[in-house]
């Protein structure tokens, strides 16, 4: 068996542990004589299994008892819509715009209601997060939204915005689970499961109890209301089964890692590993202002298309995988979540060295 070091935004890399774990259990699973994936999802075993990773989640990030849950399906998009139907009451909701997903939830948020742009990164390609210290937050807007870690350009915010008391929704997709969470500083966090936590096909929804109501826009189809997927402890349907399985066995490596105090320091170092060498190079160069720089996600570029095909070529051939930028961007772009050992990035910036030697 030979594992390559998978850089992906996202399906992206696994822990070994768990991904051994599932291998083991794949036929017979704690001897029920079936796949975890053949199982009724109403099943005694099962609902140990769904039980489990929600009780591991809430240790994990200490999420306080009046905030709900949900493990669905749909992928973070399907949030960009189901936040506007279940929230904008007044019909009325303010976005940050610091990249694509931030963008295309604004875009679905206006099918529904006024969407208000509160600040924008997009005069210098997203690159940095806006100040968002005073933004222009009205009395009838619902919500605030953002996207706290933008995969495709590298930025995170630091710093919350100062929402003048209204309610927080973000889309955590690829930081939820890097670092401790304050959970009390939002009224929601959702994110996509393949970045950082486990296979597509699960999103994982933390609520605020006293938003999940009935009271949601009126066309809304069933499917996509909180409540009833919070009434039936995310099995009004047959829930995302095995994948809720995987994010489980990854509660529990966190867990038994130190938690997410412990990952928030590996993680740190591990960036800086690559940022460190990126500062000191005048061959690559990253592309986002320091002060907002992701520890997910880096994208760097050389400034010569031919040079950058050739880089990412050579690297793929050396086993590091999927350094391509993001179609819209281009250059590279090093996603380097939970599961990428620290040695992954330190070879990454070897073999960098290399090549910058070679090709200079
Ligand atoms: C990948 C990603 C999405 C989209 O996720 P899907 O599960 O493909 O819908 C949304 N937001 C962020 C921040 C992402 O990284």
Redesign the pocket.
């Known amino acids: 068996m030979s594992r390559v070091y998978n850089f992906s935004a996202?399906p992206a890399v696994l822990p070994v542990e768990v991904l051994q774990e599932a291998a083991d259990e794949m036929l017979d699973y704690k001897g029920t004589g079936m796949s975890v994936m053949e199982m009724s999802h109403r099943s005694k075993a099962y609902q140990t299994i769904i039980d489990e990773a929600e009780a591991d989640l809430r240790k994990l990030v200490g999420i306080p008892d009046n905030y709900k849950v949900l493990f669905l399906q749909g992928?973070?998009?399907m949030q960009f819509a189901m936040v506007p139907m279940n929230f904008m009451k007044n019909r009325k909701a303010g976005y940050i715009l610091t990249g694509q997903?931030a963008k295309k939830a604004f875009a679905e948020a206006k099918i529904y209601g006024e969407a208000v742009e509160l600040a924008s990164s997009a005069d210098k390609t997203f690159s940095y997060i806006p100040d968002c210290s005073d933004l222009p937050i009205t009395d009838d807007m619902d919500y605030v939204y953002i996207?706290e870690?933008n995969?495709i350009y590298g930025t995170k915010f630091w710093q919350l915005p100062d929402t003048k008391g209204k309610d927080l929704i973000a889309?955590m997709?690829?930081c939820f689970l890097s670092e401790p969470i304050d959970v009390t500083k939002y009224a929601m966090i959702f994110a996509?499961a393949?970045?950082n936590v486990g296979p597509?096909g699960v999103?994982i929804c933390i609520i605020r109890e006293d938003l999940i109501t009935d009271d949601v826009l009126p066309f809304t189809p069933t499917m996509l209301k909180y409540k009833i997927h919070a009434d039936n402890g995310s099995m009004y349907n047959t829930p995302p089964a095995y994948g809720i399985y995987i994010c489980g066995k990854v509660f529990k490596w966190l867990l038994k890692t130190g938690g997410l105090e412990a990952r928030e320091k590996i993680n740190r170092n591990k960036a800086k590993i690559l940022y460190d060498y990126l500062d000191s190079s005048d061959f690559f160069k990253g592309t986002v202002e320091p002060s907002s720089r992701s520890l997910m996600n880096v994208p760097f570029i050389i400034g010569d298309d031919a040079l950058e095909a050739k880089f990412i070529k050579e690297a793929k051939e050396a086993g590091f995988e999927n350094l391509k930028g993001h179609r819209t961007v281009g250059g590279m772009r090093a996603s380097i979540y939970n599961a990428m050992p620290t040695d992954g990035v330190k070879a990454l910036v070897e073999f960098m060295k290399k090549f910058e030697a070679e090709n200079k």
Request: net charge neutral.
């Open positions: 996202g992928g973070a998009s997903w996207c870690n995969t889309d997709s690829s996509g393949q970045k597509a999103t």
